[in-house]
């Protein structure tokens, strides 16, 4: 049965689908198991001192901890007995702690399960058994969840009955899961990505309970950290010191530059007033509360960001984000509409606030804006971006600890990743949502002279797609365009130190990268490669919101059954084949002019590869290589500017992705887990015995080029505390994401698990670690795709990749 995830609104998943995405995810960058002082060193890293415990309390609390235990229910042994007794000791540590009582609790929550939403069919179980909140947050009589909803919190602890239920449970770098260690660690990773999507996360700490071991986890943006058992009842101390950092140290690892609590009346009526217009305008959609009781008050929040100079501004978000990345790893992407407070921001526009987290060395996407200049046509207007800093850190920004855990790492190493945020004064509408094919094609024709004018500077953007290009809200201020184009993360600028060598790299959503990219990825990105990507988000967008057909062997066929094909796979052969043999045979229904342009620029995509399958020169080479931003720009002015477009019925109409599960997924986890273990505890032997290092690729070679996900689209919730922030951090002019390795024994780290090439000469290339991380890539799913009548059913089916255009080493 297809049922609903609350994160993940407008997206048909089943829960197991969801729960093994995230397992996947958290294998790719664990940091395996770590002594107990290491693992508090790297967690806290010096910044916080432990009180000794004396020994009435120490005592105290190893009794309470003695009471926890399993017992046989219904002829099972049973975990459920161990909650209560566990609160209590936990909630004891917190009060017998030196000092003042810690300002956490820890609340039962495994009984809560069968209510996690408002829509009866996304109650799942994605509720942890135990939560652990800040004693301050709100308590609301009438609401069931509020701010005690276990996702807000610092953490959570999973209990298990058995000690052989830990996922590492004796693990040696070379034992594959069983059955039940997969579904465990898959299950801790749920709870993770969950908790991230709801609110903003430093970091986030967690504890596994297996009888009487524990183990103590951290999550953050670029790594999964995890200790060795403890035996909490022995020697309660590490946990209790756990216990303390997670209430002290850095804001409990919480969001601390935002602040839910948006208690004025004036503040009230300003969001329901922009909410309102917003809606009417189309760039929002009717409020609807993700779980029951909430409200837009309730899921709006409060941020405090820097000014040009050097003042403070307060930023009031519209609801819960308008896009959260579905990935706890990588860049994990936050985006709100907002609106500035205060008298000075009478009659200014709302505007976007995208929180991110580049890698460290990487050019700001402010820093490429501004190489594009202001005020370019088709080009969304910058505003300001800066680093997001600790309260009194000296404007050091928020970070992973990617680069601390490299240090001890052999290989496989993490993205070092900074905390950033990036505010735009052009506001957009998904570029699903057109309310007439013609406004598409418009849209598509300003991007496209966007596109020229950065190319006039030699800049490329290199990540075209449908998440990227928006329809303007107001066109007045766009300068009379009627699209723009946004995210130019990996776009390359003529200042950068190695510009060939970032010329190939490959970036980009995969269902979107040109067919010579993916055929010869070593030459090098070029203009026209960004135009080949134009036209297929142009087809991907008609196939799944406009009637149309292709007819093949005399039948015709909806376009919508060619998305699979064309753009859930990175092997080019298939939309080489389309262009030649299909292109010409697609129709758009009651939409002459819409079919021309897709036949039209169809041809000139295909100018770009013709000369290829000739043995002799072309006798009209002047009809070779004619994908030029004159000829698409004069392409899509022909088709807009002729009669015959439709009159009526003629918006976008509502899409629904389905996913299939394929049985790689486990296959991938435990090549990814020795990974990790590898990389931190170095092989068996001094050399790497071949056999094991051949499985090991081979194993990640075959997650690698199964790897077709489809991009979730979860509209998670806003989130709790505030903090001023700005950085002195330096705006490199180069590329560099990874510290200096030899090459022999470095595998270039990968921000989320990547698509390869099922061709045998594309596999011995090696991911990059410059994955765009707004998808959370997994090995073991395909997507298939139907068409659906349901309001809101929209969703995006992409998989960003990054990699390497140089050939590693094996490790």
């Known amino acids: 049965m297809k049922v609903y995830i609350p994160e993940l609104e407008h997206v048909h998943v089943t829960h197991s689908e969801h729960r093994l995405y995230a397992g996947i995810e958290g294998s790719s960058c664990i940091h395996s198991p770590v002594d107990i002082d290491t693992f508090f060193t790297e967690v806290f890293h010096g910044g916080l001192k432990f009180s000794s415990i004396r020994n009435p309390k120490l005592s105290r609390i190893r009794r309470n901890l003695a009471k926890v235990k399993p017992k046989v229910l219904n002829g099972n042994l049973s975990e459920k007995p161990m909650y209560d007794p566990l609160v209590k000791a936990c909630n004891s540590i917190t009060e017998e702690y030196p000092g003042k009582a810690l300002p956490i609790s820890f609340h039962e929550w495994a009984d809560r399960r069968h209510q996690e939403s408002n829509d009866p069919n996304r109650r799942l179980r994605t509720i942890p058994d135990i939560s652990i909140i800040h004693r301050g947050h709100r308590l609301r009589k009438n609401v069931e969840y509020g701010d005690q909803y276990w996702g807000r919190g610092v953490g959570f602890i999973e209990v298990k009955a058995r000690e052989d239920q830990d996922p590492f449970y004796q693990y040696d770098g070379a034992k594959k899961l069983n059955e039940e260690q997969h579904s465990n660690w898959c299950q801790l990773q749920e709870y993770a990505v969950i908790a991230f999507l709801t609110i903003p996360h430093s970091y986030l700490l967690g504890i596994g309970v297996f009888d009487d071991k524990a183990r103590l986890y951290r999550w953050d943006r670029s790594s999964v950290l995890m200790s060795a058992p403890i035996d909490c009842k022995t020697d309660p101390i590490p946990l209790a010191y756990f216990i303390g950092g997670m209430a002290l140290y850095e ?60 003042g403070w501004h307060t930023y009031l978000t519209l609801g819960r984000p308008v896009f959260c990345s579905p990935s706890h790893i990588g860049r994990g992407t936050r985006v709100w509409l907002a609106k500035r407070t205060g008298r000075s921001a009478e009659g200014e526009d709302l505007v976007i606030i995208k929180d991110s987290w580049q890698p460290r060395n990487r050019k700001t996407e402010g820093g490429i804006y501004k190489a594009i200049g202001e005020n370019i046509f088709g080009i969304a207007r910058f505003l300001y971006d800066f680093d ?12 992973t600890a990617g680069a601390r ?70 066109p007045e201020k766009e300068h009379g365009a009627k699209g723009f184009l946004i995210d130019p993360e990996f776009a390359v600028t003529p200042d950068m130190v190695d510009l060939e060598k970032e010329l190939k790299m490959l970036t980009g959503t995969m269902a979107f990268i040109s067919i010579d990219r993916l055929e010869k990825p070593a030459g090098g990105h070029q203009p026209w490669h960004d135009l080949e990507s134009v036209f297929w988000v142009l087809l991907h967008t008609v196939f799944r919101h406009v009637r149309c057909y292709v007819v093949e062997s005399g039948q015709n066929k909806p376009g919508w059954e060619f998305l699979a094909p064309l753009f859930d796979t990175s092997d080019p052969s ?51 290589n004619q994908l030029t931003h004159e000829n698409v720009i004069a392409a899509f002015e022909e088709a807009i500017d002729s009669g015959g477009w439709p009159q009526d019925n003629d918006a976008s109409t509502p899409f629904e992705l389905i996913q299939k599960q394929s049985q790689q997924g486990k296959g991938v986890i435990d090549a990814q887990l020795q990974q990790g273990f590898l990389a931190v505890h170095g092989y068996p032997s001094p050399s790497p015995p071949p056999s094991q290092v051949q499985q090991l690729e081979e194993d990640l070679s075959r997650a690698a080029e199964q790897n077709e996900l489809a991009e979730l689209m979860p509209p998670p919730e806003s989130v709790p505390v505030p903090g001023p922030l ?48 707004r998808n959370s890539a997994d090995d073991s799913v395909t997507g298939t795709h139907r068409r659906s009548g349901a309001p809101g059913s929209k969703t995006r089916s992409t998989t960003r990749l990054t990699r390497s255009m140089t050939r590693a080493s094996r490790p």
């Not at 503040?267 to 309102?276: F, G, H, P, T």
């Not at 079919?595 to 770009?608: D, E, F, I």
């Not at 330096?730 to 560099?736: E, R, W």
């Open 388 to 399: 997001v800093c600790r309260p009194n850190a000296d404007e050091e920004p928020h970070s």
């Open 726 to 773: 700005r950085s002195k951090r330096k705006q490199p002019t180069d590329s560099v994401l990874l510290p200096d390795a030899p090459s022999s024994s470095k595998r270039s780290r990968r921000d989320s698990i990547v698509t390869r090439s099922t061709t045998a000469k594309k596999t011995s290339e090696r991911c990059s670690g410059r994955s765009k991380a």
């Open 405 to 474: 855990l490299n240090k001890s790492r052999e290989r496989h190493y993490l993205t070092d990743r900074v905390h950033h945020r990036c505010i735009l004064s052009s506001v957009g509408i998904p570029l699903s949502h057109f309310t007439y094919t013609r406004q598409l094609l418009e849209v598509l024709r300003d991007v496209v002279k966007g596109l020229q004018k950065m190319s006039g500077k030699k800049i490329l953007h290199r990540d075209i797609s449908t998440n990227n290009i928006m329809i303007s809200a107001s």
């Open 251 to 310: 804001n409990s690892g919480m969001d601390d530059t935002i602040d839910r609590s948006v208690f004025s009346s004036a503040e009230v009526k300003l969001i329901e007033e922009e909410y309102a217009r917003a809606v009417s305008s189309g760039i929002l959609q009717k409020y609807t509360s993700c779980r029951p009781g909430e409200t837009l008050i309730d899921e709006s929040s409060r941020l405090v960001v820097p000014d040009k100079s050097r």
């Open 574 to 624: 298939s939309r080489s084949d389309f262009l030649v043999r299909k292109t010409r045979n697609l129709h758009v229904v009651d939409n002459e002019p819409l079919t021309m342009c897709l036949h039209r620029l169809g041809k000139l995509v295909w100018s770009q590869y013709f000369g290829q399958y000739l043995n002799a020169p072309h006798p009209f080479p002047e009809e070779l």
